[in-house]
């Protein structure tokens, strides 16, 4: 079995679906890696460290010729992949929701997809979870990102000249990256508060150090440990709460995502303008659309004198802590179902119908043709 990864070619994506050490552990299963020349440049790996793991080192037609798995952080178009054998599995990112196009091309094309997005969130899937490996490090940079940008210090500090006052901190969403967001913060010795629609949170925030903030009877928890899309009476309950604690705040860290949706709105002009000068907020979800009223991808926005930030690709500022993860998450995956007399992974009933898209020539995702 040939395993190809191609250099990302979508802009601003620095990570790569293969590191020398998984390298290593596919070629112990017994496959052959071919890797793009300059596939883990931005990553911090050079085309020798993959050699001496293994891998061949060629042009992208080189690499994928007779291919039976395609590697990849974003999928990769699928007219790259016309030298692969007929029905090679692609495992990747797809943003199937929002792309389907592209799912319609590689259905056309007669690739297997692997949407590593779809991963079940199931104890036995965890090692493969893209999404919790790449978000627990963008909570990690959302906070180091902002309190460069916030330009005081986090921590109280007693000093001969008098006291300088700890941050205050407010996560909004605690899930993988919001949970990792409130840690960070305490460790930068912050005064944190976190809040999330689903009540069965608090037990984790406060676990944590912080202080666990929720409006009266709000609660909206969806499939799979993800948050609901809330009513509108819920919604007013939640814009009451943050408006009351918003404007104590020095640094807000949204973090709310909605599988297959745009981000919900979580913070308005108005609340904005209630916040101290100076304040900082990051909007972890401004590729989706934002948490934030007035966000924009890969730009600082000045509202009311406070700071709003959010990168497009949050994981890629982070690339070879990130790439590292998201390699051990695709070979945890493949490796699980690996078949040594068929040479190549065989599918169970549960993850892989789960993530799979396309599959002979047909889009077969339940969740996209439901």
Same mark, same amino acid.
């Given at each position: 079995?040939?395993?190809?990864?191609?250099?990302?070619?979508?802009? %601003? &994506?620095?990570?790569?679906?293969?590191?020398?050490?998984?390298?290593?552990?596919?070629?112990?299963?017994?496959?052959?890696?071919?890797?793009?020349?300059?596939?883990?440049?931005?990553?911090?790996?050079?085309?020798? #460290?993959?050699?001496?793991?293994?891998?061949?080192? %060629?042009?992208? &037609?080189?690499? =994928?010729?007779?291919?039976?798995?395609?590697?990849?952080?974003?999928?990769?178009?699928?007219?790259?992949?016309?030298?692969?054998?007929?029905?090679?599995?692609?495992?990747?990112?797809?943003?199937?929701?929002?792309?389907?196009?592209?799912?319609?091309?590689?259905?056309?094309?007669?690739?297997?997809?692997? /949407?590593?997005?779809?991963?079940? @969130?199931?104890?036995? #899937?965890?090692?493969?979870?893209?999404? /919790?490996?790449?978000?627990?490090?963008? $909570?990690?940079?959302?906070?180091?990102?902002?309190?460069?940008?916030? $330009?005081?210090?986090?921590?109280?500090?007693?000093? #001969?000249?008098?006291?300088?006052?700890?941050? @205050?901190?407010?996560?909004?969403?605690?899930?993988?990256?919001?949970?990792?967001?409130?840690?960070?913060?305490?460790?930068? %010795?912050?005064?944190?508060?976190?809040?999330?629609?689903?009540?069965? =949170?608090?037990?984790?925030?406060?676990?944590?150090?912080?202080?666990?903030?929720? #409006?009266?009877?709000?609660?909206?928890? $969806? &499939?799979?440990?993800?948050?609901?899309?809330?009513?509108?009476?819920?919604?007013?309950?939640?814009?009451?709460?943050? =408006? $009351?604690?918003?404007?104590?705040?020095?640094?807000?860290?949204?973090?709310?995502?909605?599988?297959?949706?745009?981000?919900?709105?979580?913070? /308005?002009?108005?609340?904005?303008?209630?916040?101290?000068?100076?304040?900082?907020?990051?909007?972890?979800?401004?590729?989706?659309?934002?948490?934030?009223?007035?966000?924009?991808?890969?730009?600082?926005?000045?509202?009311?004198?406070?700071?709003?930030? %959010?990168?497009?690709?949050?994981?890629?500022?982070?690339?070879?802590?990130?790439?590292?993860?998201?390699?051990?998450?695709?070979?945890?995956?493949?490796?699980?179902?690996?078949?040594?007399?068929?040479?190549?992974?065989?599918?169970?009933?549960?993850?892989?119908?789960?993530?799979?898209? =396309?599959?002979?020539?047909?889009?077969?995702?339940?969740?996209?043709?439901?």
């Amino acid at each position: 079995m040939r395993i190809a990864v191609l250099k990302e070619r979508a802009s %601003g &994506e620095t990570r790569v679906a293969l590191t020398p050490e998984t390298a290593k552990k596919f070629i112990a299963l017994g496959a052959s890696v071919a890797v793009e020349s300059g596939a883990g440049a931005h990553a911090s790996i050079s085309d020798a #460290a993959f050699e001496e793991a293994g891998a061949q080192i %060629g042009t992208a &037609e080189a690499v =994928t010729k007779d291919a039976g798995i395609v590697l990849g952080v974003q999928a990769p178009d699928p007219g790259l992949l016309s030298g692969a054998q007929q029905g090679a599995m692609v495992a990747a990112t797809f943003d199937p929701f929002q792309q389907g196009d592209r799912v319609d091309a590689y259905a056309k094309a007669g690739l297997e997809a692997l /949407s590593m997005e779809f991963m079940p @969130r199931i104890t036995r #899937a965890q090692s493969m979870d893209v999404l /919790s490996s790449q978000s627990n490090l963008s $909570g990690y940079k959302a906070v180091i990102a902002a309190a460069d940008q916030y $330009g005081r210090a986090f921590p109280m500090m007693m000093t #001969a000249a008098g006291t300088v006052q700890a941050a @205050r901190c407010f996560v909004m969403g605690v899930g993988v990256a919001g949970l990792q967001a409130i840690a960070t913060a305490k460790r930068l %010795g912050a005064q944190v508060s976190a809040t999330d629609v689903r009540p069965e =949170t608090a037990e984790q925030i406060t676990s944590l150090g912080a202080k666990a903030i929720f #409006a009266e009877g709000l609660e909206a928890s $969806g &499939e799979g440990g993800y948050a609901a899309e809330l009513t509108d009476e819920q919604k007013a309950a939640q814009a009451e709460l943050v =408006t $009351g604690h918003i404007a104590k705040q020095d640094i807000v860290i949204t973090t709310a995502l909605i599988p297959g949706r745009a981000a919900p709105r979580l913070i /308005s002009d108005d609340q904005i303008a209630a916040m101290k000068p100076g304040s900082v907020i990051f909007d972890l979800a401004v590729a989706q659309g934002g948490n934030v009223e007035g966000s924009k991808p890969d730009e600082l926005v000045e509202r009311h004198g406070v700071t709003i930030m %959010g990168y497009s690709n949050t994981p890629a500022s982070l690339a070879p802590d990130t790439s590292a993860l998201f390699a051990r998450n695709l070979f945890n995956f493949l490796s699980a179902f690996w078949d040594k007399e068929a040479g190549k992974p065989v599918l169970d009933e549960e993850i892989g119908n789960a993530v799979r898209l =396309t599959q002979g020539g047909k889009v077969v995702s339940e969740r996209l043709n439901g």
